[in-house]
């Protein structure tokens, strides 16, 4: 029987691989594997004998088991979450036996020494210099018995951080709640209650079908004016996977765990916390360093933030007769202030980004930029809603590919996410293997017929996700390890994400992101400079809210003891003059970028990446002084090669400083979020 996880040429057989597939390509896979390692313990340090051969096997691994995982996240089944589970120990134990391996170990030391290594170019150096520290961090230099523990602990780490997100996906899918009087949906917009209406229908229910999912959620949040049922969605998504639900569920105790064994291994390595080891990998020096750029971004955000919490509290009380304004109350008040301050609101804005149009003009800015273009084209599929695109250079040459999976659905994890599907690289007999790509979101789809319609803030998230995929897709660096996204610094991996979200606050690019889904007409501009007065409404308090984030991981990682987390959040919550929430609010338990996603002592990235991306843009908008044109092809072009062309092959403050001609500085950061 053919394998379709074991086929490595060309793209995945995504519509062809089932879960009886995967224990039989891993057997082989890890075997392959296992007799590279052997060989390689023998071979001469050279790159040719000793690398690449390594190199081959396991990116043939790395690409079978990156299949299977996206699988789990994208379209959940009992069946595929057994297999996939039941395979982490295999997984966990082989990467960190090749980590702690002795003889690759001095084989890269070797190879660090030789004459050959003097002779490399910066992105081999490169990869030599981070296997070594890699190696470090894996425990290759740990007496036997600390290696056994840190092995033990990076195999029930893999275990525990996959439960979580198991859990708050199991937690989302589980709850629903049917409504069946029609004046409880008051506020609610057409499209959502089409939506519902079918999703009820689904399940052979009465009424309108409202869940945790993001595209349910968010409109009741911010539109419902029946507010106890704005409370009830609010406990139920703030008490997912804790002890107020299904036990079996519950993330409390596996938090406690997470953080304890990512203490002990941290220790083990010899650093003082999980802190310190996170940013052995990273631009930032210290916690210190972090937390001291953290809190003074928060003293400048925090008298915005308590204006704008001032301005929400006396409407809720004179406009609205609300005694005191609750958490379940904030999204809503705040739409209700935006529509009256500045006469629009984001229903009527949504009309106007029809999806279609959206994806056509994003394509359009990215041709402008970079002189590429999107070819839809075949390749197999793991549902019908994913579209593939083939990336070509003007010429028509072969740049890579994309994949976009961008609606909601049961089974899939929320949130919006990038990654690879396999690296760009240059192979033996000197073809090229061409970068591939997939974007994943979660939207609303359409109904009715209708295309799906996007809120500005989904355009926004869809931009960034683009700049992700922009940074894989158009590395020119031919070794895998350092191409496109890989071996960028962790704190430098926004900067092309964030930078992109600028361009979708640009009249010269909307236009062509826009058409209203019933008269076809693009987005007036009186209606574009509405949306541009209120860019930076209460920008003071989303600000705040990402630092509480950024502060709350940095500091749960930097205490080496056990933590109660909740009293944690709350005080740092008190720190930053962030209102408590009910007592009943379980947020770290769902908190997937730090206990299940690479974030751990890493969220700070967003903000400290977003200082580079924001100055980047600001070359832009200088260029737009004299040519009149923010969409510019030459600074694009610098951006490219400056920035995305290199990937990992060199230390990101290296590449800004070669597009910039400087080091960056916080002013544009400030500016663009109203705080200067």
């Not at 073809?431 to 789809?445: E, G, M």
């Not at 909740?566 to 730090?594: G, K, T, V």
């Amino acid at each position: 029987m053919s394998n379709p996880l074991l086929e490595t040429n060309g793209l995945p057989r995504y519509d062809a691989i089932r879960p009886e597939h995967v224990n039989p390509a891993l057997d082989q896979l890890l075997a392959q594997a296992d007799a590279a390692v052997k060989a390689a313990e023998a071979a001469p340090p050279t790159w040719d004998a000793f690398v690449t051969p390594l190199e081959d096997t396991m990116e043939r691994l790395g690409r079978a088991w990156g299949v299977v995982g996206h699988l789990e996240s994208v379209v959940n089944t009992p069946e595929l979450r057994e297999v996939y589970n039941a395979n982490i120990p295999r997984l966990s134990n082989f990467f960190t036996d090749l980590g702690q391996n002795e003889a690759l170990y001095a084989g890269w030391k070797q190879l660090a020494a030789s004459a050959e290594f003097a002779g490399y170019d910066r992105a081999r150096k490169t990869i030599v210099e981070d296997a070594l520290r890699d190696f470090k961090l894996s425990g290759a230099e740990l007496p036997p018995a600390e290696k056994q523990r840190f092995k033990e602990i990076e195999e029930r780490l893999s275990e525990l951080t996959t439960r979580f997100a198991q859990n708050v996906l199991d937690a989302t899918d589980a709850w629903a709640l049917y409504v069946e009087d029609e004046a409880e949906l008051a506020g609610l917009p057409d499209d959502w209650r089409a939506a519902a209406r079918q999703a009820a229908q689904a399940d052979d229910k009465a009424g309108w079908k409202v869940t945790l999912k993001m595209p349910s959620y968010l409109p009741v949040m911010q539109f419902a004016e029946h507010r106890p049922l704005r409370e009830t969605l609010y406990r139920a998504y703030v008490t997912r996977a804790s002890e107020f639900g299904d036990a079996g569920l519950d993330n409390t105790p596996l938090i406690g765990e997470i953080h304890s064994l990512r203490q002990e291994a941290a220790r083990l390595l010899g650093f003082g916390s999980f802190s310190e080891e996170s940013l052995a990998t990273k631009m930032a020096d210290s916690p210190g360093q972090v937390l001291g750029f953290l809190r003074d971004l928060s003293d400048r955000a925090k008298p915005h933030m308590l204006a704008d919490r001032a301005e929400m509290e006396r409407y809720a009380q004179d406009k609205l007769g609300y005694d005191r304004l609750q958490a379940w109350d904030t999204a809503f008040v705040s739409e209700r202030i935006r529509e009256e301050k500045y006469a629009f609101s984001e229903q009527e804005v949504k009309q106007y980004f029809t999806e279609p149009t959206v994806i056509a003009g994003l394509f359009q800015l990215v041709e402008t930029l970079y002189g590429l273009r999107f070819v839809p084209a075949e390749a197999p599929l793991w549902h019908p809603d994913v579209r593939f695109y083939r990336l070509e250079n003007a010429d028509g040459s072969e740049v890579g590919g994309l994949y976009m999976d961008m609606y909601a659905r049961e089974g899939k994890q929320g949130g919006a996410w990038m990654n690879d599907v396999r690296g760009r690289r240059r192979l033996a007999d000197g073809s090229l293997q061409t970068p591939v790509a997939l974007i994943v979101c979660n939207f609303a789809s359409g109904v009715d017929g209708k295309p799906a319609l996007l809120p500005h803030d989904d355009v926004i998230t869809l931009f960034h996700e683009t700049g992700h995929a922009l940074h894989h897709l158009l590395t020119e660096v031919d070794e895998l390890s350092v191409s496109g996204i890989s071996g960028v610094e962790w704190d430098a991996v926004e900067l092309p994400s964030q930078f992109m979200e600028n361009f979708c606050w640009e009249w010269q690019v909307l236009p062509a992101l826009t058409r209203h889904v019933d008269t076809g007409a693009s987005l007036p501009r009186a209606l574009f400079d509405k949306m541009l007065a209120a860019k930076n409404f209460q920008s003071g308090s989303g600000f705040q809210r990402q630092l509480y984030f950024s502060i709350f991981d940095m500091t749960l990682h930097g205490q080496v003891e056990a933590v109660a987390v909740q009293p944690l959040a709350e005080e740092i919550q008190r720190e930053l003059a962030i209102p408590l929430p009910p007592d009943y609010n379980r947020f770290p338990q769902s908190f997937s970028h730090i206990f299940a996603g690479g974030y751990a002592a890493g969220y700070y990235s967003y903000k400290w990446a977003e200082v580079l991306s924001a100055d980047a843009y600001a070359a832009f908008e200088e260029a737009a002084k004299d040519s009149g044109n923010v969409v510019d092809p030459q600074v694009g072009a610098r951006f490219r090669s400056e920035i995305l062309a290199v990937g990992g092959s060199r230390p990101a403050a290296e590449s800004f400083a070669a597009f910039r001609g400087r080091a960056p500085n916080i002013d544009a950061l400030l500016r663009h979020n109203g705080l200067a």
